[in-house]
């Protein structure tokens, strides 16, 4: 079982960065991959940043240029950079034990609102 807890989320201008946090806890050493995803309001949920052990960060077409994922550990982090009022959403942290890029992981977080005014 993994634990996850986001936090850095808040308001800002579009233009503007935040940086996210999310703290695994439980068997991290079962963790294979772990990303980043959103929902906005009446949207699909949708895969934001990945990073899968062995291999490069995963970008959606939106933020590639961006955004940068980093992992240190049992930590990961999303740096967000010239904002946009539509990265407007609520960012959850996933982690899965598998090598995969998928919609559904195994476990996600709470969630941290994100909202970009313009």
């Known amino acids: 079982q993994v634990q996850l807890v986001e936090s850095g989320g808040g308001l800002v201008q579009a233009g503007g960065s935040l940086r996210l946090s999310c703290t695994a806890s439980?068997?991290?050493?079962?963790?294979?991959?772990m990303g980043w995803y959103r929902q906005a309001p009446g949207e699909q949920r949708e895969m934001v940043a990945v990073?899968?052990?062995?291999?490069s960060p995963l970008y959606a077409g939106s933020v590639k240029g961006r955004f940068t994922v980093s992992r240190v550990n049992a930590n990961l982090y999303l740096q967000m950079n010239s904002l946009k009022p539509e990265d407007t959403a609520v960012y959850y942290c996933?982690?899965?034990?598998?090598?995969?890029?998928?919609?559904?992981?195994?476990?996600w977080g709470q969630g941290t609102q994100v909202t970009v005014s313009s």
């Open positions: 996933t982690a899965d034990d598998r090598r995969i890029l998928t919609s559904t992981p195994k476990s």
């Open positions: 990073i899968i052990n062995g291999g």
């Open positions: 439980g068997t991290i050493s079962s963790i294979n991959t």
